[in-house]
């Protein structure tokens, strides 16, 4: 069946379309704040459902349920805070001046109100140590580690009401929780698997969903690539989402594959990640959830296979399919895994997003093996990557 939301009920804090220019003129007069952008697509995604059970930013009490237990204070499995902590000399002074039980007009990029937040509490955010414990390490190398060092020294909590969806590059592909499970619904799917990318498809990639569309417990695959703050020198978001509407039209059954956008930053957290984004896959309608290696990891900071071993501490209701690392093998002349193939690692062929983006910098052309051509087609145009 098409799972409850996580906590049983999917959250929904959109204003509705009658009451949104009462509410907009009424925060005429609301302090403001800018969150940085990771911030406004988590308010975003808070109002939507898409974090479930969370009706707003946690508070100190929530935050230290999931440092120091991986779950929110009710016991249910939570590992990754949801805070806001806003920067930046304007946004400081407003934070010293509120009080809890005032309103507070949330900005996003183009300097529009979309949210409002109710706060309830203003705590110190200890910065490092949610670093330490979340990420692992301390290392302002890491990317996110990076961002929480910059982070306000000051947290806002409490609950958010969403104006208006954002305007995001994603456009109408950028669904909410009530629109796929609709979607699913209207299909006459029950087990959907959710697949987390951040990339564009190659064939490991491939090789893993149909593997997941040939069982014969799975009705549907949610392709769901996190599309939110990129860096410089990664794919536009358009450019991912177009490789793989590529994939999908000119491979796979329609009747079988999903593919929406998901605008929020990616946190490079390992287990704890990979945990989170299941969560949220479950909360789009996923009962079941694909993890291969090192879901959510940057460098070597993770074990590659503890972002499987997660689900046994903390279940969270959902079928998690966990494959090895898959790879073309020269002499099976196939996509294999260890599990399926005997040959040297030698004969394996590189299938790395550097190597492949090395070589349609070159404009060399990328063998099939590794890549669709269809795929390939969108990669080779100019202007497919992040200048900025
Ligand atoms: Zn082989």
């Known amino acids: 069946m098409i799972p409850e939301a996580h906590g049983g009920h999917l959250v929904d804090r959109l204003v509705p379309e009658r009451e ?25 995604k808070i109002g939507v459902g898409a974090y479930s059970p969370l009706e707003g ?17 009710n016991g249910l499995p939570w590992t990754m805070p949801i805070v806001l902590t806003p920067t930046g000399q304007t946004n400081e002074q407003i934070v010293r001046s509120v009080r809890p039980g005032d309103e507070i007009g949330l900005t996003d990029a183009g300097g529009g109100l979309f949210a409002l937040l109710h706060l309830e509490e203003k705590f110190p955010f200890p910065r490092s140590r949610v670093a330490q414990v979340v990420y692992g390490t301390t290392d302002p190398k890491h990317p996110n580690v990076a961002d929480l060092l910059a982070a306000g020294e000051t947290a806002l909590a409490g609950r958010i009401d969403l104006v208006r969806r954002l305007e995001l ?28 990318t951040r990339n564009v498809p190659h064939t490991a990639h491939e090789y893993l969903q149909r593997c997941t569309l040939e069982r014969d417990d799975i009705d549907g695959l949610f392709v769901h690539p ?39 930053t990616m946190r490079y957290g ?3 990640a990979t945990l989170f984004l299941a969560i949220v896959r479950k909360n789009y309608g996923c009962g079941s959830y694909i993890v291969g290696r090192d879901q959510a990891g940057v460098g070597s900071y993770y074990e590659p296979y503890a972002c499987q071993r997660i689900f046994d501490d903390y279940p ?10 898959t790879f073309f093998c020269r002499v099976c002349g196939w996509m294999a895994s260890a599990r399926t193939c005997a040959h040297s690692p030698d004969q394996r062929l590189n299938t790395s997003q550097t190597f492949i ?32």
């Open 270 to 272: 390992g287990p704890k």
């Open 226 to 264: 996190v599309l939110g703050r990129l860096k410089k020198g990664d794919y536009r978001p358009e450019v991912i989402l177009e490789a793989y509407q590529a994939l999908v039209r000119n491979y796979y059954p329609s009747d079988r594959v999903v593919l929406a956008s998901l605008s929020i």
């Open 57 to 73: 930013f946690q508070d100190r009490a929530a935050l230290e349920s999931v440092l120091t237990a991986g779950t929110l204070p």
């Open 169 to 196: 590059v994603t456009g109408a592909n950028e669904l909410t929780p009530a629109e796929t499970r609709a979607e699913f619904v209207r299909r006459g799917w029950k087990n959907v698997a959710g697949y987390q």
């Open 357 to 388: 983006r090395e070589a349609l910098s070159k404009g060399e052309p990328l063998p099939s093996e590794i890549i669709r051509p269809e795929v390939a087609r969108v990669l080779s145009r100019g202007d497919v990557l992040l200048t900025e």
């Open 20 to 44: 949104r220019v009462r509410r907009e003129g009424e925060a005429r007069d609301l302090p403001l704040i800018a969150p940085f952008i990771d911030q406004v697509y988590d308010a975003e």
């Open 316 to 325: 969270i209701g959902v079928q998690v399919l966990k494959f090895a690392e």
